[in-house]
């Protein structure tokens, strides 16, 4: 799948919070917001994030020109780290992939890190795939299910 990364609209938003409060794809995302139906929640994020000069978001755009998801680099400049969401109904067709090579081009700097549930062979499949070491193991609280979940952290160097 062809994908295209441009800057976030107010009317990509609705489609992104049903991307985001899809249950599947919060048990696989698993470190997600502490409530995920919080629209004013969601809404304030998007608006603060947009506003950050430090923040690449983008919204994610197929080849036939429906929203696939997000995809953003924030941080400070020694711990930058990338996030991506895919919309369910494109998983397994190459667009997340296809997002964070696009994304690894709007963002030159290196090292970029990354995390990911361990047991989200996916997400950690398309890390690898474009560059990214797993470089450690964590064990972090995940909104997404409620419990202390293992995660891999990746570092991309070049």
Known sequence: MEVTLREVRDADLPVLFAHMNEPEGIRMAAFTAKDPSDNAHFQSHWARIRQDPAVIARTVVGDGGEIV???????????????????????????????????????????????????????????????????????????????????VLFTLLD
Request: aromatic residues 8%; proline residues 5%; glycine residues 14%.
């Open 69 to 151: 998801g997000n995809a953003g680099v924030f941080g400070p400049p020694e711990e930058r780290e990338v996030t991506y969401w895919i919309g369910r109904q494109y998983w397994g067709r190459g667009a997340a992939t296809a997002t964070l090579r696009a994304l690894l081009d709007l963002a030159p700097e290196r090292p970029l890190h990354a995390r990911a549930a361990a047991d989200n062979v996916g997400s950690i499949r398309v890390l690898e795939k474009c560059g990214f070491v797993a470089t450690g193991n964590g064990l972090d609280f995940a909104n997404g299910r409620g419990e202390e979940v293992d995660e």
